[in-house]
């Protein structure tokens, strides 16, 4: 009868153990930082596996991986779809195959999800527009350097931007180059368009990496007129740019929220049956050199506090 109920007892959902898949569409030290965060989430769950794939910014790859998560039954995949037409095909067969499917900062053209989480990027590009705007008084060249041409935060930061920029008529968007969210990217068409003008006010990357690297090629063309650079991530790390911000390199930032501990739990609730709601914005805010050095020092003691959980629990690496 005992063993009955030890058997009956391990079967029950509190046991159950949970395989999740996540599926990144790149690796990076946004998406680093998100990997940890999701990690040190899954300590404290102590049925839950968590397996990582970067596709490195190929759409194949990434179709082959989310595949591979579905046929060994992951119970749940997270994805951060490469571009938004590209590798909805994967994710409707892992959705039509009743794995729930959380989309993570990126968005896919299909309504085959369990559920969003993210931030509004459009609203990032409306308020960096604005920030613009109103840096310049009004008036000046501006040139904006996009992430990779179809991925959602690249077509909704540019729409929010152009939006913006519609209420400052003496204001011109001079082009819209598509870089590809590295900073070797920045760094090449910001190098390109010095070499055919240089009537720039402002440089808007679209991430802080291609804002860097617009502002390093410039520097390397020896040219020193005040441009105003601006990017999106506002990471805390000492290359991100929350310091970028606080040392004047750049003139503002976005903290792009990566939130794993959130995802987690998403992905908790999902599994364990719990409500949830399909599509979850996470809010957050304009980093400027006002507030930077107060936002770093809020950093500090939240790094603290990971590390040490890092150091008890050991770090997970867990790529393929
Ligand atoms: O998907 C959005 C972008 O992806 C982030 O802003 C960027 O830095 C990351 O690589």
């Not at 946004?30 to 794939?53: C, G, P, Q, T, Y």
């Not at 291609?210 to 991530?233: E, H, Q, S, T, W």
């Not at 790390?237 to 501990?261: F, K, Q």
Request: charged fraction near 25%.
């Amino acid at each position: 009868y005992i063993l009955l109920l030890i058997s009956l007892s391990a079967c029950t959902p509190k046991n159950k153990h949970y395989v999740i898949g996540v599926s990144q569409c790149s690796e990076d030290i946004w998406r680093d930082k998100l990997n940890d965060e999701l990690s040190i989430s899954s300590f404290s769950n102590e049925n839950v596996d968590i397996r990582f794939a970067s596709a490195d910014d190929n759409d194949q790859r990434q179709i082959e991986q989310i595949n591979h998560f579905i046929d060994e039954g992951v119970d749940l995949l997270i994805a951060s779809p490469n571009q938004m037409h590209t590798i909805s095909s994967a994710i409707d067969r892992a959705y039509a195959k009743g794995i729930p499917v959380i989309l993570f900062d990126r968005k896919t053209d299909s309504r085959n999800y369990t559920a969003f989480i993210g931030a509004d990027n459009y609203v990032i590009g409306k308020v960096m527009g604005e920030y613009v705007g109103v840096s310049l008084k009004g008036k000046g060249n501006v040139l904006e350097i996009t992430g990779l041409e179809s991925s959602s935060p690249a077509v909704e930061r540019h729409r929010g931007f152009c939006d913006a920029l519609n209420s400052f008529p003496s204001i011109k968007l001079i082009g819209s180059l598509h870089g590809d969210w590295t900073k070797e990217s920045g760094s090449y068409l910001m190098d390109s368009l010095l070499k055919k003008r240089k009537d720039i006010d402002c440089v808007f990357g679209q991430n802080d990496r291609m804002a860097m690297g617009a502002r390093m090629a410039a520097r390397k063309l020896g040219f020193d007129k005040n441009i105003i650079y601006i990017g999106v991530d506002g990471l805390p790390t000492s290359d991100g740019g929350l310091h970028n911000v606080a040392s004047h390199e750049l003139s503002a930032s976005y903290i792009y929220p990566t939130r794993g501990d959130l995802v987690m739990q998403l992905a908790m609730n999902i599994l364990k049956k719990k409500p949830f709601k399909k599509d979850n914005y996470l809010k957050s805010t304009i980093v400027t050199p006002e507030n930077a050095h107060a936002m770093l020092m809020q950093v500090d003691e939240i790094n603290h506090q990971r590390a040490r959980l890092i150091e008890l629990h050991g770090k997970v690496d867990q790529y393929f």
